[in-house]
């Protein structure tokens, strides 16, 4: 299950590296790089938009515009971990945040973080769970705010890493 916002959804076009698509987000990248090693997969969510046409599968759970506590809303209200049962969750959320950075401070952005993980881990205990810092920009000043972002979330999944839970931090080095 992609679950996140604009960047997950799918933003824009970019080309592909070499894989013979064309992409928005990292869905179809992603995609792309799962058929080529002939690893089957079946994106599940509610939604199927983002994605540009010939994205076999366009299924995913991305809320454009979503802060963390946005997102945390809809998945206890809506079930919808519940309703499309994942086997592994890809998570990446909090650039809204950042872009509402004046409104929250460090200790909120933690809170929030962890409200969310502890929201998906209850709901579905055995899922694997793999969590995305957000990426870097062109912008020197909001990349130090996204350090500290990906920080803050580092922190939260070592946390549950300590207690034995199935997650992960990944990279955004594709980007």
Known sequence: ?????????????????????RWCGYRGFLEALLNKNDIPFDYVGSLTTGEPPGVVDAHHEDHSGYRISDLTKILVRD???????????LLMIGTNDLNNAGEMN???????????????????KTVRLIVSPIPITTSPE????????????????????????????TSTDWV
């Open 106 to 124: 460090q200790m909120e952005l933690r809170n929030s973080i962890d409200k969310l993980l502890d929201t998906i881990r209850a709901r579905a």
């Open 1 to 21: 299950m992609p679950l996140g916002d604009s960047i997950t959804l799918g933003s824009g076009y970019a080309t592909d590296g070499g894989l013979g698509v």
């Open 79 to 89: 079930k919808l971990i519940e309703q499309s049962n994942p086997d592994i969750i």
């Open 142 to 169: 909001r990349n130090k705010a996204v350090a500290r972002f990906n920080s803050l979330l580092a922190d939260s999944v070592q946390v549950l890493q300590r207690k034995n839970e199935s997650i992960k931090m």
